[in-house]
């Protein structure tokens, strides 16, 4: 089983960056596709990026592409969410999630396909 926990998030101006990062411990992440997902109030939780297990492939929400970059290293048991140019409207809790998969360039883009889920981080970009 792992555990994952989010740290890195706050509040930031418009126009600003932070770095979320997403810490394994337990089993090695080596092992999981993981995602980022967030959750304003009063919406559904939609994702943010998505790598696979060799990070070959990573996916980005529409909203976010251009902006935003995922990474992992297996090395250290972390995934990082690189968030640039950010903006009212990302204003949300963001999840961590994994999915144990035995394909190195799985993706998933579905939060109902993920097995494990961090608590959640604020992040708060006002204008």
């Known amino acids: 089983q792992v555990q994952l926990v989010e740290s890195g998030g706050g509040l930031v101006q418009a126009g600003g960056s932070l770095r979320l990062s997403c810490a394994s411990s337990?089993?090695?992440?080596?092992?999981?596709?993981m995602g980022w997902f967030r959750q304003a109030p009063g919406k559904e939780r939609e994702v943010v990026a998505a790598?696979?297990?060799?990070?070959?492939?990573?996916y980005y929400g529409n909203s976010v592409k251009g902006r935003f970059t995922i990474s992992r290293d297996n090395a250290k048991n972390t995934v990082n969410l690189q968030m640039n140019s950010l903006r009212p409207e990302d204003t949300a809790v963001y999840y961590c999630?994994?999915?144990?998969?035995?394909?190195?360039?799985?993706?998933?883009?579905?939060?109902?396909?993920?097995?494990?889920w961090g608590a959640g981080i604020q992040v708060t970009v006002s204008s």
């Open positions: 790598i696979s297990r060799s990070g070959a492939t990573p």
């Open positions: 999630a994994a999915r144990e998969t035995a394909y190195f360039d799985y993706t998933s883009l579905t939060s109902g396909e993920y097995d494990y």
């Open positions: 337990g089993r090695t992440i080596s092992r999981y596709a």
